[in-house]
C-alpha cells in the first residue's frame, strides 16, 4: 500500500498523498473504501503534513470520506494543510464542512 | 528588467499519469518570470483543473490528446489547454460553481472556480462534439 494508515482506539489516520490530484485520488479513495469497510472508524483524520498539491479531486476525496463515516456517527478532522491546501479549503467551502486544525 | 517573450507548446496522451507532468512543465516553464510561491501554486492549480476536466470529462477516460500553449508577453502569462473531445453545450452553466455532470464520480464542480479565483482572466471556447479550448491569463509580479 502507497499510503500508510495507523489506527488506534478506532481513529484512523489516513496520510494523504505528495500531490493530491485526480491521479492519485481514484488510488486514494479506493484504498480509504476498504479500510473504512473493514474497521468501524469513530474518527477519522486526513494528515495532510506531506502533501503540497491539492486540486478539485480532494474535495471529491474529502467530502466522500467524511459522508461515510459521519453516517455511522464518526468525527473527521483534517491536519497540517500548507497555505495553497488552506486556500483550496477556504475556496471550496471545505472549512465549514469539516474541522482544520 | 527587460521585456520578455517566450513560448511553448506541448502535446500528450489523456493520461490521468500526465496531470503531474504538465503542472510541473507549465510551472517550470513559467519560472523565468520569477513568480512567487503563491503565483506558481495558482498557476498550477489551474492547469491541473484544466487538463484533468480535458481527461475526465473530455475524453470521458478515454484515449485522446491534449495541447498546451503557453506565451509569456512581459510579465504575463497565458496559458491554453485543448481537447477535441465531447465538448460543453452551455459552458456559461458549465463555469456556475458548483455545477459538475460527473457527481457519481465525487466532482466537485468547483474546477472552474478554481480556475477564475487563481488566474486573472479565463477564457471558454467549445462545440459540442468538437472539443474545448480554455485560456488563462495572468500578471506575475502585481504583488
Ligand atoms: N474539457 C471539457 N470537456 C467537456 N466538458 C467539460 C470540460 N471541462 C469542463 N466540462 C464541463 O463543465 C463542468 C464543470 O467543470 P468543473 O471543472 O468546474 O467541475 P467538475 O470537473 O465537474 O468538478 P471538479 O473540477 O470540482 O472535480 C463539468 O462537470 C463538465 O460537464
Ligand atoms: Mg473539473
Known sequence: ?101 | MEYLRNEMKMEFLALSSNEGFARVAVGAFVAELNPTVDELADIKTAVSEAVTNCIIHGYEQKEGSIWIHCLIEGRQVEISVVDTGKGIRDVAQAREPLFTTKPELERSGMGFAFMEAFMDEVEVVSEPGKGTGVTMRKIIGEG
Open chain 1, 1 to 101: 500500500m502507497e499510503h500508510i494508515y495507523e489506527k488506534e482506539y478506532g481513529c484512523l489516520i489516513l496520510k494523504m498523498p505528495a500531490e493530491l490530484d485526480h491521479h492519485e485520488a481514484e488510488f486514494l479513495k479506493e484504498e480509504a473504501d476498504q479500510l473504512l469497510l473493514k474497521y468501524p472508524v469513530r474518527s477519522l483524520v486526513f494528515d495532510f503534513a506531506d502533501t503540497c498539491f491539492m486540486d478539485s479531486s480532494g474535495i471529491g476525496v474529502i467530502i466522500g470520506r467524511c459522508k461515510n463515516v459521519r453516517f455511522s456517527g464518526g468525527y473527521v478532522k483534517a491536519i497540517h494543510l500548507n497555505d495553497q491546501i488552506q486556500r483550496i479549503f477556504q475556496l471550496s467551502g471545505l472549512k465549514k464542512i469539516l474541522e482544520v486544525e
